[in-house]
């Protein structure tokens, strides 16, 4: 399985709205005792992952998890953009995720999620 796809496999765990495609498709992907943080929750293993992602799926039906830029890695470590899109065409703010992945590359070990875009930093602050 390309990174890509392994990515794509993940944030499409995130989106099938039928519990037993989710998880195959996430089982597919994530390591024996992986992690997922973001700002709203720690999860260790496959099913406290699955378990926030149908809470995720109940408050918001139909929802989907769309990757909006290349997988880009290096020593392991992936990180890709995405945004959370409604079925009406709405979204939230994009967010980062930073993938750990296993030494072959196959799995993912941890992620770790941000929400929104970066805040930029004042060139004038009379700081180096």
Request: no cysteine.
């Given at each position: 399985m390309s990174l890509t796809h392994l990515i794509d496999t993940y944030c499409a765990s995130w989106s099938d709205q039928d519990a037993q495609r989710r998880r195959t498709?996430?089982?597919s992907v994530w390591n024996d005792g992986a992690t997922y943080s973001?700002?709203?929750v720690h999860a260790t293993g496959a099913e406290?992952?699955?378990a926030h992602i149908a809470g995720i799926q109940?408050?918001?039906?139909g929802a989907r998890i769309i990757r909006?830029?290349?997988v880009d890695v290096h020593h392991g470590v992936a990180r890709f953009a995405w945004r959370f899109?409604?079925?009406?065409?709405s979204s939230f703010p994009e967010g980062l995720d930073i993938a750990f992945l296993d030494p072959g590359q196959r799995r993912i070990t941890r992620i770790t999620g941000f929400?929104?875009?970066l805040a930029s930093?004042?060139?004038n602050s009379g700081t180096a």
């Open positions: 498709l996430l089982l973001d700002p709203t406290e992952l699955l109940a408050r918001y039906p909006t830029s290349d899109a409604l079925p009406d065409g929400f929104g875009p930093v004042s060139r």
